[in-house]
């Protein structure tokens, strides 16, 4: 089996992205929250400290045990399968969507192991509304889901030298 050229960049990606999110996580939870409370940034961005034990914007936020072994496991078979798929990518683009969004899984995946919960402490709000607080991981995951949607919806992918032998014209 040859390994796809966007393999080692993705997966680069995926572990920059991780190693960068808990760094980040032990700054706040160790240095900057401790003790924990709101510091205002800048007049629409806090940094706070929150821990979610559900998936994403609180869903599922519950103390269940249930819950604190589910979401890592199935967060463990999302990792996989994407990794699965970054072996067969060949445009950087889509290795690299696929390594932010790997490295963010896993990111969080630690703190779920680490914690019970992920830390969250990026806080956003304007005009009195806040984004529910996130962390790097989250972002990236994000950034990673939408060049996945971009990449789809316009970049045009490449035939494959075989498809390319069939559509010849015949004399």
Request: proline share 5%; aromatic share 10%.
């Amino acid at each position: 089996m040859r390994l796809s050229r966007a393999l080692l960049p993705g997966l680069g990606i995926a572990a920059l992205v991780a190693v960068l999110d808990q760094l980040s996580k032990w700054w706040v939870v160790e240095v900057v929250m401790n003790p924990p409370r709101t510091i205002e940034v800048t007049p629409f961005f806090n940094l706070v400290m929150g821990w979610n034990r559900g998936v994403s914007f609180g869903l599922f936020n519950t103390h269940s045990p249930v819950t604190a072994w589910l979401l890592p496991a199935v967060a463990v078979v999302i990792v996989v399968v994407l990794t699965a798929w970054l072996i067969r990518v060949d445009r950087l683009v889509l290795g690299a969507a696929l390594g932010f969004i790997i490295g963010g899984a896993v990111g969080n995946i630690v703190d779920r192991l680490r914690f019970g919960a992920v830390a969250d402490f990026l806080d956003f709000h304007a005009l009195g509304a806040h984004w529910p607080a996130f962390n790097l991981a989250d972002a990236m995951i994000s950034v990673g889901a939408a060049m996945l949607i971009f990449d789809s919806l316009f970049v045009r992918a490449e035939p494959s030298k075989k498809e390319q032998g069939n559509g010849r014209k015949k004399r």
